[in-house]
């Protein structure tokens, strides 16, 4: 089999497997609130509310110094009305891309609702307490990894990571106060937010959300499926 002949075979297959095959969600955007977080955290909360499998997974997008995208999956910190948080270390790819490009999006997806939500928007770091205090919020290992400082580096001996960890986590356990002062709380204020909902029939429904000016107001907007 050549080549094409097995990417004919891939796209078959792919486009054979069922999107959308449970009971999809209502949304009728005329009733949608004026705020975008409220929304959200209704979404969310239906995410929840029904057993689906890390509800406040996200996928955040940066773009590196050359302006070429980068994307990973991060878990949402908190929403409320300054934006949406997420943290990573400072010395990370993500934290040297957002020094660089302090700009981002956010997409969350709830398959099993049909679901999604896309935001954008500046990025600035919240202030040294918050980081801290979401650092010492993770689990021991989780902050000795974080003081290795080493995320996204070439792994040449597991065996060395794992001694290093082990270090670091003895380090963690004498001083459990203790901070990684480059481990970064982040707040993404969004200038839109767009709500996704699948239909069957796939005419979906979309509904953004602008901001308009500097007093915070939002302006709604029907898009085309």
Same mark, same amino acid.
């Given at each position: 089999m050549n080549d094409a002949d097995h990417g004919s075979d891939v796209r078959a297959w792919l486009r054979g497997i069922e999107v959308f095959a449970g009971l999809l969600c209502a949304f009728e955007p005329e009733h949608a609130p004026a705020d975008p977080v409220r929304l959200f955290l209704s979404w969310l909360s239906d995410a929840v509310a029904d057993g689906l499998r890390d509800p406040h997974a996200m996928t955040l997008s940066t773009v590196d110094e050359a302006g070429d995208p980068d994307a990973r999956v991060l878990i949402l910190k908190a929403v409320d009305g300054s934006g949406w948080q997420f943290a990573g270390h400072g010395f990370s790819p993500k934290g040297h891309q957002l020094a660089v490009h302090p700009r981002a999006a956010l997409t969350f997806y709830w398959p099993e609702h049909g679901r999604q939500v896309?935001?954008?928007?500046?990025?600035?770091?919240?202030?040294?307490?918050?980081?801290?205090? !979401?650092?010492?919020?993770?689990? %021991? #290992? %989780?902050?000795?990894?974080?003081?290795?400082?080493?995320?996204?580096?070439?792994?040449? !001996? #597991?065996?060395?990571? !794992?001694? %290093?960890?082990?270090?670091?986590?003895?380090?963690?356990e004498r001083e459990p106060s203790l901070v990684d002062s480059a481990w970064t709380l982040y707040t993404l204020a969004p200038v839109e937010v767009e709500f996704w909902q699948a239909a069957k029939n796939r005419v979906h429904t979309r509904l953004r959300y602008e901001r308009t000016g500097t007093d915070g107001h939002w302006e709604r907007y029907r898009l085309w499926s």
């Open positions: 896309r935001l954008r928007g500046p990025v600035a770091p919240r202030p040294a307490r918050d980081s801290a205090a !979401d650092f010492l919020g993770r689990s %021991a #290992t %989780a902050r000795a990894e974080s003081l290795l400082a080493r995320q996204s580096q070439y792994l040449a !001996d #597991t065996a060395e990571r !794992d001694h %290093a960890l082990e270090k670091a986590l003895a380090l963690v």
